[in-house]
């Protein structure tokens, strides 16, 4: 890699540099002693071209945001760094380098044509970020597995490829394997592949590929498994029931519960938490479906005041667009009359007749936009107390306050426990008298054993294991409250929110229009006082 | 009276189907035979002196036959003479009218048996003879009666009132009936204003009304004197077969259905189908609204044959109004006839329809319909060299002398024309085209040909590249309208000044008029936001400016505007002014920084400049292109080539040209084969005794034979052929000697004689010379050709294999 610009001195890339690329490289002409007068920014710059500079460390180019092609070809940049922030990069050269390693490029997903040819790169990867690759040139690299090439399948939009002068491509197969790997790609190396070729390269590599369709599509289907899983959850978490379709919180209870477990040992025991369960479970799936249902209805409710509320504005809308354009056909005219009047009383009498005008079309867009704010304010009310109302019933139905279910399920949940309780400590009681009285035929691990000391004891084992129990139904009720709540207050205060900045854009815009036209008439009024 | 006979019974063909059909499906079981009055042998002597004295006034058929190009002679005998069982149907029907009119004095005659072409006495329902048509068209009665009314022409009979047809009074058209004056007494109190204007209008309407009633007037004038006196004949279609749920009439001559209810058929005096003839004895006061179809109820339908069938059938029959009393006639004189009489076979021949007569639909292939107010004419397709198939002239006086509008359509035309639409009140001419004209035209309203008048063109946007649907034309503007182009353009207004006067023709191309405004707009590009997104741009070109209006964002009631004052200024030292800050006025609806910049703006300035060029040589080709069109459809009017479907074998002249071709080569082929198939072996066997099967000796002899025989002929050809050769040689010779030695006494006649007969006989000497050449060069040829067939034939070939 002797290069003859290898003598130089490596150069930094400073202000000064990237100033005269600008400079050298931006309008010219006439256009060119305009953007002199004015001076460019670099984050207008779209294209910048940095070729033969030396450069060893690309730095610097945090401004150049817009940038859209970057050439930074025969240097002799040794590590691709610095680029994270030119995120609108289409066009990448970075030929004729030093590089070693494919990387930082992780920010660039816009990236179309990427050319790293005459590098010193062995391996292809770290490019996962660029799903709309279409050109890459690796031509004159190191790169020396052929299976490498596996890694490109996934850019499907990626067309034209050239890794010549690379070790695999001296390989008597690897046209023929590119082409078998890469269907969709159509040029390589520069060259169109023709479509005898490609046939020829599908026969001959039909099994091997096959094989890794078969891989691929296993993996997608996986992936998209879990996408629907995740979708699922979402929904259910928007619902606040989540995990609640199971025994996910049966089985929380008891993980942490250590006596609990214990206990379980007991005789008698061991089918207690099996009835106990599938009630618990049943409970469980009530409340999920409920919640699911009152989503849904939320959800519809929700709806159906956006809908209206755009229609409102929509047609609010459609009023004030209706009042302008007639206000500007009008505005022309007047315009032109004043332009063409030569009597300056006249004058005075038109533009103060104008000036009326616009005082009017203020006064009236502002009317409509004032009476929108109140009809959305109502309707906005309205809807505020009713998604409460709705929610309200959720937890109310959910909770035990009011009865309005047949039983209200947390509260089940906690009678059941309850009641499981109490049966669980009629048997500890129990076995522990039997213990005493030495009646116990069956084995108990010795920990269990330990509890069985006396009375209080196991009481308190037992109280632990239910205060446990409790605590975990308590937690969950407690999250799905405060969850619900405060999407509800998030969603109202979205709401109001969003209302008011609506208003205050539209009346900011309406000054501003205003302002426009109440501008262009002084304007006016100067220029004929010059005149 | 042919014409119309003639028509009776194509009418009664075209509903043969229905008809015929129907008639015996129809055909209900005589529940209960008719009593029979008692009558006593005194009554019948009675009656029959009494019949006997009734001067009948047999309906002299008065209607002489006009001139008429049927030749007579060439008629079938059955239309010159009656057979036997005809006279006696004639009887039969004379003694029926005889006793009808005695019974029913105030009843017009019976229309029974006029006289045919010949001047035969032809009872009416042999006239009607059931043919099947191969024409799908005529299975049904609609097209079917369509293609009568269009097929006959309508012969008005000189005196209306004669048994035949008189159609006037059925045309119906009720464009002008009277609207029901307007009730203005509730809003008269009510505003003064409103009250004003509903008396302007009360006036304009009575006005109208008044105009109408004169016009009204004047038609029903016409009409009134005939009212109910015309006779006319016209079909009914009983209900049943043919899934027709309920009876109705055609009127032959319109082809329209109408409804037994319908007011303009004030009565039937009778009808009749190929198998019987009944007379109505129902009362028609109320026209034909309270008739019943049965035709088995003897009391409402008197029939003249008690034949097999009293079911029902179609019929076609006179109608008059006068018919009052129906007295009770039953069995009138019924019992004299044999019972098993029945109506003899149709005399006429089968109607033939040729394609081409069937095409052509129209006699000579042209008719004339004339309406209140209106003139139809249609003519065959391909008759009219320009294609025209149809017009519609309408006119504003009942003369028909002030055209209104004209109306032509037009078919298998090379350039698509479908319709042209001329309104002689306003001068527009309007042409519409079916999809397929070279330049997409789909419809070209416009008042005058020259270029820069008034025009709309309308064009199936879809095939054209530029997606334009509507050009309008005034002239000074031109508006366009498109739809579906890639850079969202979607209307183009160009405003034209006044030409510079210039030595030269004035034309689009030469001197095009100069554009003075030009404003475009462009329909939403979802990929740019609403600020960057131009929805119109106006080119002041005059005043070197350009106006741009933006789209409105969704959420916004205002959109941004950009003006730019193109105008090149010199500053005070002189120096080119590129771009200043009051160069470009714009509101904003979100000020943005960027475009605040000079340098963004002296480039979008630059931009529209290159625009507006574009633009302005849009405009300017688009004028082109009105001028392209405009001499096109000049030259599609003068040329007006029709196109012929490569299915119409008759027209198409290179599919016949092919198919001829196609043909010959075919003979030519059969004729080979015929040759090929041609059995050498065929009078070898024959000798040989039949059925047996041949045994080897026998088949190599065949063979021998064949071949011997062959041989034997082709050297008898080249004898032949020799001999002839060696004659002609001879006489030449001979004439040579002739002439060497009464060369001197020779007339010039003679000589010229000499010389051409020389000539010839050289001639056929030379040719008998070629023909014995090749012959001698093919005869060995052939011979073994003939061998080697011999050896492939299948009967021979199993003993001849053994030899090889």
């Known amino acids: 890699m002797q290069r003859l610009y290898d003598s130089m001195e490596p150069r930094v890339m400073d202000e000064d540099m990237l100033k005269l690329a600008v400079g050298e490289q931006g309008p010219q002409e006439e256009a060119g002693q305009l953007a002199r007068q004015e001076g460019i920014l670099f984050k207008d710059v779209v294209s910048l071209r940095l070729d033969f500079q030396n450069i060893l460390r690309i730095d610097n180019l945090w401004q150049f945001e817009n940038l859209r092609k970057l050439q930074l070809d025969n240097n002799i940049i040794e590590k691709i760094e610095g680029l994270e922030h030119l995120v609108h990069l289409v066009w990448l050269d970075l030929s004729f380098n030093n590089i070693e390693a494919i990387e930082g490029l992780d920010t660039l997903v816009n990236l179309e044509d990427l050319s790293l040819f005459n590098n010193r790169i062995a391996k292809i990867d770290s490019l996962d970020a660029l799903v709309k690759l279409q050109v890459l040139s690796l031509g004159n690299n190191q790169i020396g597995n052929i299976m490498n090439i596996i890694y490109l399948r996934r850019f499907k939009d990626l067309r034209s490829l050239s890794l010549s002068g690379n070790p695999i491509a001296e390989s008597e197969d690897y046209k023929m394997f590119i082409c078998a790997y890469l269907p969709d790609l159509v040029y390589l190396d520069f060259r169109r592949i023709d479509d005898h070729m490609k046939e020829l390269a599908e026969s001959k590599h039909q099994y091997s590929i096959d094989e890794l369709k078969h891989r691929e599509n296993l993996i997608q289907a996986r992936l998209d498994d879990e996408l629907a899983q995740q979708m699922e959850l979402e929904k259910h978490k928007a619902a606040f029931v989540e995990h609640l379709n199971g025994s996910f919180l049966f089985d929380s209870m008891y993980t942490e519960d250590v006596e609990g477990n214990k206990l379980a040992y007991l005789p008698g025991v061991g089918e207690l938490p099996l009835t106990y369960k599938d009630k618990f479970v049943i409970i469980c799936l009530n409340i999920f479906e409920y919640g699911l249902k009152q989503q849904e209805k939320r959800k519809l409710e929700l709806d159906t005041f956006n809908e209206c509320i755009k229609e409102a504005i929509q047609e609010n809308q459609e009023q004030g667009k209706h009042r302008i354009a007639k206000f500007e056909e009008k505005h022309l005219l007047s315009l032109n009359a004043i332009r063409e009047e030569l009597d300056l009383t006249n004058i005075e009498v038109r533009i103060v007749e104008y000036s009326e005008d616009i005082t009017e079309l203020f006064n009236v867009l502002m009317t409509l936009e004032m009476q929108l704010v109140e009809q959305l304010e109502e309707t906005i009310n309205m809807f505020e107390r009713n998604i409460m109302d709705l929610v309200a019933l959720f937890l109310e139905n959910v909770q035990s306050l009011y009865p309005f279910l047949d039983d209200p399920p947390m509260a089940q949940c906690r009678d059941l426990e309850n009641h499981h309780h109490e049966k669980l400590l009629e048997i500890s009681i129990n076995t522990l008298e039997k213990i005493l009285k030495g009646e116990l035929d069956e084995d108990l691990p010795e920990d269990v054993r330990a509890l069985f000391v006396d009375k209080d004891t196991i009481v308190n084992a037992v109280g632990a294991s239910h205060d446990i129990h409790l605590l975990k139904i308590d937690n969950r009720e407690d999250e799905l409250v405060t969850r619900t709540n405060s999407w509800c207050t998030h969603l109202v205060d979205t709401i109001h929110k969003d209302e008011i900045m609506r208003n205050r854009r539209r009346v900011k815009e309406i000054n501003q229009y205003i302002d426009h036209i109440q501008n262009e008439l002084d304007n006016l009024e100067c220029g004929d006082v010059i005149d | ?804």
Request: aromatic share 8%; net charge negative.
């Open chain 2, 1 to 804: 009276m042919e014409v119309l006979k003639e028509k009776v019974e194509e009418e009664e063909e075209a509903e043969r189907e229905e008809a015929a059909e129907r008639g015996e499906k129809m055909m209900r079981p005589l529940e209960t035979r008719r009593e029979e009055p008692p009558m006593t042998q005194e009554m019948l002597r009675d009656l029959e002196k009494k019949l006997s004295e009734i001067e009948i006034i047999i309906p002299e058929q008065p209607l002489i036959v006009t001139k008429d190009s049927v030749d007579i002679s060439k008629l079938p005998l059955s239309y010159r003479s009656n057979t036997l069982k005809e006279e006696h149907l004639l009887q039969v029907a004379d003694n029926f009218a005889r006793q009808y009119s005695h019974l029913c004095p105030d009843r017009v005659p019976l229309f029974l048996h006029p006289l045919n072409e010949c001047q035969v006495p032809k009872f009416v329902s042999t006239t009607i003879r059931p043919t099947l048509m191969p024409y799908p068209e005529l299975y049904n009665w609609d097209s079917c009666a369509q293609f009568v009314s269009d097929f006959l022409t309508m012969v008005p009979l000189p005196d209306p009132l004669q048994p035949v047809v008189q159609e006037e009074e059925k045309v119906p058209p009720k464009k002008y009936a009277i609207k029901p004056p307007r009730d203005l007494s509730s809003r008269f109190e009510q505003e003064q204003n409103m009250k004003k204007q509903q008396e302007i209008k009360g006036e304009k309407e009575k006005q109208r009304k008044e105009e109408e009633q004169r016009l009204l007037e004047l038609e029903k004038a016409k009409i009134d004197p005939l009212h109910g006196l015309r006779v006319h004949a016209w079909v009914l279609v009983l209900s049943g077969k043919r899934e027709v749920p309920e009876s109705f009439f055609i009127d032959p001559l319109t082809a329209r259905s109408y409804s037994t209810q319908d007011d303009h058929f004030l009565g039937i005096e009778s009808l009749w189908n190929h198998k019987n003839y009944w007379v109505n004895m129902q009362d028609c006061w109320n026209g034909c609204k309270d008739l019943v179809f049965d035709l088995g109820d003897p009391v409402r339908w008197e029939y003249l044959l008690l034949g097999t069938d009293k079911a029902q059938l179609a019929v076609a029959e006179e109608e008059e109004d006068g018919m009052n009393d129906d007295e009770d006639m039953e069995n009138l004189g019924k019992e004299d006839e044999d019972k098993s009489f029945d109506m003899p076979p149709s005399w006429v021949e089968q109607i033939e329809i040729s394609p081409e007569a069937f095409e052509t639909r129209c006699p000579n292939g042209k008719k004339v319909i004339q309406y209140k107010r209106a003139k139809l004419e249609k003519w065959a397709p391909y008759l009219n060299s320009d294609g025209l198939v149809c017009r519609l002239t309408t006119y504003e006086d009942l003369e028909c002398t002030e055209t209104l509008e004209i109306k032509e359509w037009y078919q298998h035309r090379e350039d698509m024309l479908e319709l042209k639409h001329i309104n002689k009140n306003t001068g527009l001419n309007v042409d519409y085209f079916k999809p397929g004209h070279p330049q997409a035209l789909r419809v070209h309203s416009y008042k005058s040909m020259q270029p820069e008048m008034d025009r709309v063109m309308e064009f199936y946007e879809t095939a054209r590249v530029d997606g334009l649907i509507k050009r309008e034309e005034t002239p000074k503007t031109m508006t366009e309208y498109y739809q579906g182009r890639s850079d969202f353009l979607s209307y183009r207004h160009v405003d034209f000044g006044d030409r510079v006067k210039k030595l030269a023709l004035n034309s689009a191309e030469s001197n095009p008029r100069p554009m003075v405004k030009i404003t475009e707009r462009f329909s939403r590009n979802p990929t740019k936001p609403a600020d960057e997104d131009v929805a119109e741009r106006v080119f002041l070109i005059l005043e070197e400016r350009i106006q741009l209006r933006y789209h409105c964002r969704d959420d916004h009631i205002t959109a941004s505007k950009r003006e730019f004052l193109r105008r090149t200024e010199v500053d005070s030292k002189g120096n080119k002014i590129i771009m200043t800050p009051d160069m470009c006025i714009s509101f904003e609806v979100e000020p943005m920084e960027h475009t605040k910049k000079l340098l963004y703006q002296y480039e979008a300035m630059m931009k529209l400049k290159n625009e507006e060029k574009l633009s302005r040589h849009q405009a300017w080709e688009s004028e082109l292109e009105v001028l392209e069109i405009l001499k096109l459809r000049e030259e599609e009017e003068a040329a007006h080539a029709l196109t012929i479907s490569i299915y119409d074998t008759k027209r198409n002249e290179k599919s016949k040209e092919y198919r001829e071709a196609m043909e010959r080569v075919m003979h030519e082929e059969h004729l080979r084969q015929v040759e090929a198939q041609l059995d050498y072996l065929a009078p070898f066997l024959a000798q040989l005794p039949p059925g047996e099967k041949l045994t080897r000796w026998q088949a190599a002899r065949v063979k021998d034979e064949c071949l011997s025989d062959f041989k034997q002929r082709l050297i008898d050809k080249a004898n032949l052929i020799q001999a002839r050769f060696e004659k002609e040689t001879q006489e030449l010779q001979k004439k040579q000697q002739w002439y060497q030695e009464n060369q001197v006494t020779l007339t010039p006649e003679d000589e010229d004689w000499y010389l051409s007969y020389c000539s010839q006989a050289m001639f056929r000497i030379r040719i008998l010379e070629q023909r014995l050449n090749r012959h001698k060069e093919l005869a060995p040829l052939k011979y073994l050709a003939l061998e080697e067939k011999l050896h492939k034939d299948p009967r021979l070939v199993d003993f001849l294999k053994v030899f090889v």
